[in-house]
């Protein structure tokens, strides 16, 4: 037999060892690099798509303190038009002091939203409507509707209270604030959302979490 | 002298007492005693078994973004090489891997044929090895038509007319394939199960046929069995060192494939959306199906076609009964040796034939092809066993 033509050296290597452990090591970094576009086949497709989602809405039916609601890319959007009383109560101290994110240090809105009302313009603000606690989208309370409320939004699942901005309480179960998206104005009344103007390399990847 | 092959280690031997699996692939794959004298032709098993690995790899994430529908196959198809991260290298290597498949299947066939390997005691091991080409055969073609392009649309719709046009059992058996009388939705989703169920079931085949070839052993060029251990050589590392190199160059030809010319053997006809109203002008099936397809197109019958092109593979289930000489290779036997090549020919010009429209010479020149192939099989063979002087 062929093995017995090679004597094991002194330390009990033999001169096989090296071309055995090195093909074996070869095969599994050859399957390793093989296995990748396998697992890469299983990433998001649309992801590289989705720059291109843009949807245009127009806003001339929406009367001050009044909120709708649109879909961009499978996610609810509330557009809400501002009262004075709304943009009033966005400002108080007190209010403010109840907040956990009420500068918006935290990145969750391109740079022209990261103001005190969180949105291009003040009278009009645009939130992606799911809860940053665990994804249920929230209900927009009316100014006036009940006593106290100011126009924001309450996640019927865990209770996570919102303000007009989508800033959230301390007291929410919810961590973030509600995520900002991108947002053109093309006329008074005009907005295209999918592209922020104030920041037109912003994309949704970059927030914190929605 | 230390021992050619290692035992197992004592630390096994827990495991080896309650499930001796160990044992088994040691005596199966390591000290397996081979015929020394096997050429480059026994390596297309192996072959034959990566490529299947490679395919049901890339079918089950290629199946992840398929969708069974006819309203969306064709755009899931297209998303999977547009838009799928690495969706164009799974496609195509699944594409490229049924042409290396029938390929090595062909060659595999073929040395089988030429040694003699469908002989005692093989005829089992022949026998298998040719249902799984059967099973081969149907996956592909419902494999084939999950694109949903005007290929796959038309060529489905030519085999199941043909399968329609078989007495008593074709319309019972078409129905209860596509779930109606014709090819829609219905037909799509069933074919689609079909394929994705049929490449398990080839798995299991795979095993059925290795395991045979375990009890009987390796055929040899020679054709003569090894009658002593000197005449054997250890699986391991002779065949394992041997089968690797040859896979290595085996690789090469496939990754050419799949990455270089992921377009060779495709048609452009099937990136067009089926459409049952249109049939595309040149319609041709894919080459691993251009012979039979030749022969169907070359009988002016449907049903006479059909049989012909059944019979043309009947005949190989057959050949153990038809051929009786105990001479295994036809290198041994003067008649077969001439014989077998033309058949050999005869499939390949059938094949040509079937790839091209089928013009008056191509027609006459298939007509001559399967004449042979069968008068090979049905004439010179059962003839040969009674009257060669084998040398």
Known sequence: MAQSETPPSPDGTKRRDLLATGTLALGCAGACALAVPFLESLKNPAASFQSGGMLDVDLSSLAPGQDMTVQWRDWPVFIQRRTHEMLAALQKPTHLATLRDADSKIRQQPVDAANWHRSVRPDYGVLIGICTHLGCVPSFEKPGSTPGATGGYFCPCHGSHFDAAGRVTQRAPAPYNLPVPPVTFLSDTKIRIGRSAGEPGFSMSDIQQI | MPAPTRKPAPSSNWLDRRFPIRTLLHREYVTFPMPRNLNALWSFGAFLIVTIGFLIASGLFLAINYTPDIAQAFASVEAIDRQVPSGWFLRSLHMGGVTMLFACLYIHLGRGLWYGSYKAPRELLWLTGLGLMLMVMITAFAGYVLPWGQMSYWGATVIVNAMR???????????????????????????????????????????????????????????????????????????????????????????????????????????????????????RPEWYFAPFYAILRAVPSRLSGLFLACGSLAVLFVLPALDRSPVRPATLRPLVRLSLPLAFLSFILLGIAGMHPPTETWLIVSRFAMAWWFIHFLVVMPLASEREITS
């Open chain 2, 165 to 283: 046009a078989v007495p008593l059992f074709g319309r019972p058996v078409s129905e209860l394939l596509l779930g109606g009388e014709g090819l829609g939705n219905i037909a799509l989703h069933r074919l689609f199960v079909l394929h994705f169920a049929m490449a398990f079931a080839i798995l299991g085949a795979i095993g059925v046929h290795v395991a045979t070839l375990h009890v009987v052993k390796s055929n040899n060029p020679s054709g003569i069995d090894p009658a002593t251990p000197r005449q054997t050589l250890p699986f391991h590392p002779y065949y394992t060192s041997r089968d690797a190199f040859a896979l290595c160059l085996f690789l090469m030809v496939y990754a050419g494939l799949v990455f270089f010319l992921p377009d060779l053997l495709t048609l452009a006809d099937n990136y067009v959306q089926a459409n049952p109203l249109v049939t595309p002008r040149d319609i």
